[in-house]
């Protein structure tokens, strides 16, 4: 059995106030104090859009830019503009070709229905009931 923690690993006191629990994905719990959490979150990295469009989906800015003018600066699905939001990027899952551009919502829908044309003509087919 684990001796209960008493401080961080850089030696802070952990108090009900002061402690940070969660429970990772792999179902280990961790104990962080606040002041190491918000330091680590301070020592983050920023989101860099330009590094994470050309690492993901091999795309730069202007290829960014060149697919939002052509669909005129709306979702390519439902139409509407995205305000101040950014659109995200749709690929397929398979064979990793990007479609187009779509708003939040309806890229997770399309997530939602495994990306699958059949589902999606079910889903057609029960709304026109």
Do not use: W
């Given at each position: ?74 979702c390519g699905i439902c139409e509407e503009d995205p305000g101040d939001r950014r659109l995200s990027v749709d690929h397929d899952h398979q064979t990793g070709r ?32």
């Amino acid at each position: 059995m684990r001796k209960r923690l008493t401080h961080c690993r850089r030696g802070h006191k952990f108090t009900p106030e002061n402690t940070y629990v969660r429970t990772r994905g792999d179902g280990r719990v961790t104990h962080e104090c606040v002041q190491c959490k918000k330091k680590r979150r301070v020592l983050r990295k920023p989101y860099d859009r330009k590094k994470y469009l050309t690492l993901t989906y091999g795309l730069t800015n202007e290829d960014y830019s060149i697919m939002l003018n052509d669909q005129n600066g709306v979702c390519g699905i439902c139409e509407e503009d995205p305000g101040d939001r950014r659109l995200s990027v749709d690929h397929d899952h398979q064979t990793g070709r990007i479609r187009g551009l779509l708003c939040r919502t309806c890229n997770a829908g399309l997530g939602m229905l495994k990306d699958s044309e059949q589902i999606l003509a079910r889903a057609t087919k029960y709304l026109t009931q």
